[in-house]
């Protein structure tokens, strides 16, 4: 049984239609990416599997179960969305990463944050780095910890390197790849990246709304 699937999803702005008619799925523990030209529909894809959009035909399922029959917040604690752009708030990482915990009402575990900074080549003294003294990979490290503090079952991943420079995009690839292979996370990446895709076990290819096989 698919972890998560679409069936027969389609999505309308208005008269233009962004995605037609698409069926996928994602089985537990799997690595994809969805690849195509820009504009074709891939991100709109991502925000309809993580809950952001509602398909305008067609239904989303986690576990055979419609999502829209789910509460959001309970649904976006297992299927958790990675923005291009981190955005981050508060003033400090230490705020960013106590909001997990806060909406699940459990105490702060310092000793947790501090070994998921470190497996992402973060010093323990980020904890309390002001958020506005970030470069732009620091912020989506600090980011992409936020969404695994509690492990989700999907990650959704918006070109969440696109923009960094090189030593942190392979941080951020490596860790990704842990994730999936040690931690058992189903990955959804949207990329244009060809070393990325070349790191996923399926590719998918979106042309003008349409899915095809890559």
């Known amino acids: 049984m698919s972890l998560l699937k679409t069936e027969h999803i389609s ?12 069926t996928i799925s994602f089985d537990k523990g799997s690595h994809t990416t969805i690849t195509g030209p820009s504009g074709s529909g891939k991100s709109t894809l991502l925000k309809l599997l993580a809950s952001l959009l509602t398909p305008t035909k067609g239904k989303v399922l986690l576990n055979d179960q419609d999502i829209m029959a789910l509460a959001p917040e309970n649904y976006r ?8 752009q981190p955005s981050l708030f508060g003033e400090t990482v230490r705020d960013n990463f106590m909001f997990p915990y806060e909406v699940r009402k459990k105490d702060f575990q310092k000793s947790h944050i501090l070994e998921l900074l470190k497996e992402v080549k973060l010093p323990k003294s980020y904890l309390d780095k002001k958020i506005t003294e970030l470069s732009g990979g620091e912020k989506q490290r600090v980011a992409l910890i936020r969404n695994v503090i509690f ?3 999907v990650l959704l991943l918006d070109e969440v390197t696109a923009g960094l420079d090189e030593e ?6 490596q860790w990704l790849l842990q994730l999936n292979q040690e931690k058992g996370i189903t990955l959804i990446r949207v990329t244009h990246d060809a070393q990325e895709i070349a790191q996923s076990a ?4 979106i042309v003008a709304g349409r899915l095809e096989e890559a």
């Not at 942190?168 to 690839?173: L, M, Q, Y």
């Not at 399926?202 to 290819?205: L, Q, T």
């Open 151 to 153: 492990l989700p079952e």
């Open 77 to 84: 604690m297992k299927v958790s969305y990675c923005f291009q």
């Open 11 to 22: 999505f309308q702005i208005e008269e233009q239609t962004i995605l037609s008619d698409i």
């Open 202 to 205: 399926i590719v998918k290819k």
């Open 168 to 173: 942190s995009k392979a941080i951020v690839n």
